[in-house]
């Protein structure tokens, strides 16, 4: 059942048809500070939004400490892309008010969501954390890595999804 959900949850988002005047509301929070709470059908809903740009992914919390290392070069890898590729912070095991501070002190430039209970990252086939995966413009997981990723590994890998 995991699989076939995965795999309609990949899934476009269907447009809304013209009489209708319904339009899908977007998942992505506009404010990087908003943090709304994601379960795993909201986040592969939001991937399939973001279908056409390439979207990196990075699996934290503010009480992680190679978190706290690796959180500089993604302010400044999401600052050198912006505008062709979307970041997502997926905050973790956490609390919001923590969780606030450590984007502040990082400044980082991209919205987080708010995941509780570690669901999005158990669900993804993950342990531990960070995690940052980056998918390409049609969906597809393009490069994975856990642990401290830098900002040259970073860089490298985003190039190649918008190169192809």
């Given amino acids: 059942m995991g ?3 995965l ?8 447009a809304p048809s013209a009489d209708s005047g ?12 908003e943090l709304p709470e994601f379960g795993f059908e909201e986040f592969q809903t939001l991937l399939g939004q973001l279908r056409g740009i ?8 503010s ?6 290392v690796e959180a500089p070069d993604l302010a400044r890898v999401a600052r050198e892309f912006e505008g062709r590729v979307q970041f997502l912070g997926i905050d973790i095991l956490d609390n919001r008010r923590a ?22 990252r158990d669900r993804l086939g993950y342990i531990g954390q960070p995690i940052t995966v ?5 969906g597809n997981m393009a490069f994975e890595w856990t642990g401290t990723v830098t900002a040259d590994l970073l860089e490298a890998e985003i190039r190649k999804v918008l190169d192809v």
């Fill in 3 to 5: 699989a076939a959900l």
């Fill in 99 to 120: 969780a606030r501070k450590f984007i502040l002190r990082f400044d980082w430039p991209y919205p987080s969501v708010f995941d509780p209970n570690g669901e999005i």
């Fill in 54 to 61: 390439p979207v990196v992914v990075n699996v934290w919390g």
């Fill in 63 to 68: 009480w992680c400490p190679p978190c706290f």
């Fill in 134 to 138: 980056i998918y390409d413009r049609r």
């Fill in 22 to 33: 319904a339009r899908p509301a977007i998942l992505l929070p506009n404010d990087r500070l």
């Fill in 7 to 14: 795999l309609t949850a990949c899934g476009s988002v269907a």
